[in-house]
């Protein structure tokens, strides 16, 4: 299970398991009932000394009240953890055998349960922005905002990037202004670190704000300057970009953030083994229950603000 695979001369794929071992390790809902207790953090029996209740492995996660067998919830947790650019409610019940509705509930659940960690870098980190949506003119003519490109109807991702671990915090942000950027960076970045951007005003009051920082002027063409560069966070947008415009095709404004945790929690776990990947993104299940109510009950709020934000 651990062997390493040559997928090129000098060049080694990273540990993991095949589907066929997957089958092997996980033949029933039992094996897989089993697997997941080892992997739970939390009791299951009721603190109260009165009680001594006994819950299952699903109480108190984003599986409670789920009708889907525990082998299904493995493969769906495999599934979404070697998918790269993420993968579709409709591919996942084709391999499922569930229904889409079911699917994209269950995908949904899974990412409440890779919510972002609260990360806070030493720096050198870098930090950027990107804008997240379809083109204007690709849009029905009613659907329209009122200018026809650039980042007109477009949602904002802000990023920060540690270049010790490789690891990557990320949130969607309202706007472009230092009160946005400075502080994605803020709640990040130990203070006094060397920051690394482009030349977005944004990030000017950084140094009064008691950080480093270094920037790389992208509008003269300038990308690279010794160590002053934004590769690392731009190659994590080109990841999250192709996700959405190859896996996903449209992203709701409202769920946007989930799907941002998402390929943070898959970025940010890669260097691990598959098994513990997965067990990482079980452990994150505790505590996070997501009922389909709520799940689609945030969509209003979130529409009503995209709305307001491109008046």
């Keep these: 299970m651990d062997r390493v695979k040559k997928k090129a001369p000098g060049r080694s794929e990273r540990d993991g398991i095949t589907l066929i071992e997957l089958l092997r390790m996980f033949p029933n809902d039992n094996a897989a009932e089993r697997w997941l207790v080892k992997r739970r953090t939390m009791s299951f029996r009721c603190r109260e000394r009165e009680c001594g ?4 492995v699903r109480t108190g996660t984003v599986m409670e009240s789920s009708k889907m067998g525990h082998q299904t919830w493995v493969f769906a947790v495999y599934i979404v953890m070697t998918s790269l650019k993420g993968v579709s409610s409709m591919k996942l019940h084709r391999d499922l055998g569930i229904g889409q509705k079911a699917a994209w509930f269950m995908l949904h659940r899974l990412r409440e ?7 806070l870098f030493s720096g050198p980190v870098e930090a950027d922005e990107t804008y997240v949506g379809g083109l204007e003119k690709n849009k ?4 329209r905002m009122k200018a026809a490109g650039g980042p007109v109807g477009k949602a904002i991702v802000a990023g920060v990037r540690d270049r010790s671990t490789n690891k990557v915090a990320a949130r969607v942000v309202d706007d472009t202004t230092s009160d ?3 502080g994605m960076v ?3 970045a130990d203070k006094g670190a060397l920051v690394l951007t482009d030349e977005a005003k944004g990030y000017l ?11 790389v002027k992208h509008s003269v063409g300038q990308y690279v300057d010794g160590m002053a560069h934004t590769n690392g966070m731009e190659s994590f947008w080109s990841i999250l970009k192709r996700g959405y415009h190859g896996t996903y095709h449209q992203i709701s404004p409202e769920h946007l953030d989930r799907y941002v945790a998402e390929f943070l929690h898959r970025h940010n776990e890669r260097p691990k083994h598959t098994i513990d990947q997965m067990g990482s993104l079980v452990r994150g299940m505790d505590r996070k229950r997501l009922t389909y109510e709520r799940l689609i009950a945030n969509g209003v709020h979130a529409r009503r603000r995209m709305e307001e934000l491109a008046a």
């Design 53 to 56: 209740r006994k819950f299952s």
């Design 113 to 119: 349960a890779m919510a972002a960690e609260d990360f």
């Design 140 to 143: 029905h003519q009613h659907k």
């Design 180 to 182: 946005s950027l400075v």
């Design 186 to 188: 803020q709640d990040h």
């Design 205 to 215: 009051p950084l140094k009064k704000a008691g950080y480093s920082h270094r920037a």
